[in-house]
């Protein structure tokens, strides 16, 4: 007797025990017995690696990892879109369109803290978080929400367990879209906390 049923990678066939398999050197299981006296099962992979099981392993067989059909085609789609989406974000092309930077930046994205000053004076009730974009030797752009922002702030950045702080002048800030603005900032000098007290009590 044989007899046999597909599965998504091959075929599973069962063969009397009088009838010897492809994968008989291979055996590990025993002769499953039956109706019609022991047989063995072959189940044929798409690789053309015949595995011999028994009986009972064939049901999960069955019901090995199903291929969804439209799985491939989903996935090119998002990776075409993520693909296009990075493409029109480049830093490269942009110096294409622009013309070469002065000076080179480096994408950065770190947590930092910015504190405003008003009339020469920190005002640390106004503090609040932004994330970097880029980073210069001189200068960095930060992404922040709303378009209210200070034209000279403290640039608050957590280093090895430390808090460093450097004074910084606004120098262009440019809307990105749902209230969200870049901040290009440039970097006058480093801080001590000893200048202003309140800033010992600053960390995140």
């Given at each position: 007797m044989t007899a046999g049923f597909g599965s998504p990678h091959g075929v599973c066939l069962l063969l009397p025990s009088s009838v010897r398999g492809p994968c008989d050197r291979h055996n590990r299981h025993p002769s499953s017995h039956s109706a019609v006296g022991p047989i063995r099962v072959y189940y044929a992979c798409e690789t053309n690696v015949d595995v011999e099981?028994?009986?009972?392993?064939?049901?999960?067989?069955?019901?090995?990892?199903?291929v969804p059909?439209?799985?491939r085609k989903r996935e090119q789609e998002v990776q075409s879109f993520i693909l296009k989406v990075v493409n029109n974000n480049?830093?490269?092309?942009?110096?294409?369109?622009?013309?070469?930077?002065?000076?080179?930046r480096v994408r950065l994205c770190v947590v930092v803290l910015v504190i405003p000053i008003e009339n020469g004076k920190p005002v640390?009730?106004?503090?609040?978080?932004?994330?970097?974009?880029?980073?210069?030797?001189?200068g960095l752009s930060l992404v922040v929400k709303g378009a209210r922002v200070p034209e000279e702030s403290i640039i608050a950045f957590r280093w090895e367990r430390e808090m460093r702080f450097v004074r910084a002048e606004a120098r262009h800030l440019n809307p990105m879209g749902a209230g969200f603005h870049q901040l290009g900032l440039q970097l006058i000098r480093m801080l001590h906390a000893s200048e202003y007290p309140e800033l010992k009590s600053i960390s995140f």
């Open positions: 099981r028994p009986p009972t392993e064939i049901a999960p067989l069955a019901r090995e990892r199903p059909i439209f799985s480049c830093s490269e092309l942009e110096a294409l369109v622009e013309g070469p930077r002065l000076e080179g640390f009730d106004r503090t609040f978080a932004a994330v970097t974009k880029e980073f210069s030797t001189s």
